[in-house]
């Protein structure tokens, strides 16, 4: 079978929001390289992604988790180009996965995060927090599925996304999905698409904040929740770092 028969498109749920361009520069390689993470029972694991212009593309991550383990990944996706971290993960009981990502930037590019969570036994939690700043023509994307398994009670499951858009010409897609075969569970998700708030602005102007440094003020902190859980506060702050300073390119 040839490449072009295992390539996936825009008619693929899971790709309806990537580029087509880019879509069609994908080889079958790259679509097969899994980063696969099996964690033992009761281990942590701690990971950080940064697709920027010296890891674009196609970055797909599987995590299989033991009894009580916990695996955190931390993200941003900044690149000029097509980027995408798609990450599947298997719990199992009393495991937690936590995911906080930031897809920032600007010119006509998409930039995504794609995530499959199961929980596949009782009493596993799981946590993602998604925000997104865009600017230009750039897009946004989360899409991010949740699977109960049947028997799979005391499930504790949460996704959070927002979005701000810095110009008319950017957007955001989200595609939450939540898929519950058991009845003992807590699953929520959220969305939210808009500006940067005008009040809190005129707040920080009228106590001398010039308005280009109180709108970084606000990216700022609009962007930290998806680092918040991190307990490695300077890995943490290097992240944070690495998204502000690609606001360079907006106009603030």
């Known amino acids: 079978m040839s490449d072009l028969a295992t390539l996936p498109t825009t008619r693929d749920e899971d790709w309806r929001y990537a580029d087509p361009d880019a879509l069609k520069e994908l080889t079958a390689e790259v679509l097969d390289d899994w980063q696969e993470v099996t964690l033992s029972a009761g281990e942590t694991s701690v990971q950080s992604f940064v697709l920027d212009d010296t890891n674009p ?11 009580g383990a916990r695996a955190e990944i931390y993200a941003i996706a900044s690149a000029s180009e097509y980027a995408r971290l798609e990450v599947e993960v298997t719990l199992t009981r009393g495991s937690h996965f936590e995911f906080g990502g930031v897809t920032i930037g600007g010119g006509d590019v998409t930039r995504e995060f794609v995530t499959r969570v199961t929980h ?9 927090t998604i925000r997104a700043v865009h600017w230009n023509r750039a897009i946004g994307n989360f899409l991010g599925r949740i699977e109960v398994v049947r028997d799979a009670q005391k499930t504790d499951a949460a996704q ?5 858009l810095l110009e008319k010409g950017a957007s955001a897609n ?4 939540l898929e519950i075969f058991a009845d003992d569970v807590k699953c929520a998700h959220g969305a939210a698409i808009g500006a940067l708030d005008p009040m809190e602005g005129f707040y920080m102007a009228a106590r001398g904040i010039p308005p280009e440094v109180a709108r970084k003020l606000q990216v700022q902190a609009f962007v930290a929740d998806a680092f918040a859980e991190m307990q490695d506060e300077a890995k943490a702050e290097e992240l944070l770092g690495k998204v502000l300073d690609r606001l360079g390119d907006a106009q603030l």
Not at 120 to 128: G, H, I, L, V
Not at 160 to 164: S, T
Not at 174 to 177: C, G, V, Y
Request: net charge neutral; proline share 7%.
């Open 160 to 164: 959070n996304f927002r979005a701000i």
């Open 57 to 67: 593309g196609v970055t797909r991550v599987r995590l299989a988790l033991g009894e």
């Open 120 to 128: 596949a036994e009782p009493e596993a939690t799981s946590n993602q």
């Open 174 to 177: 989200t595609k939450p999905e």
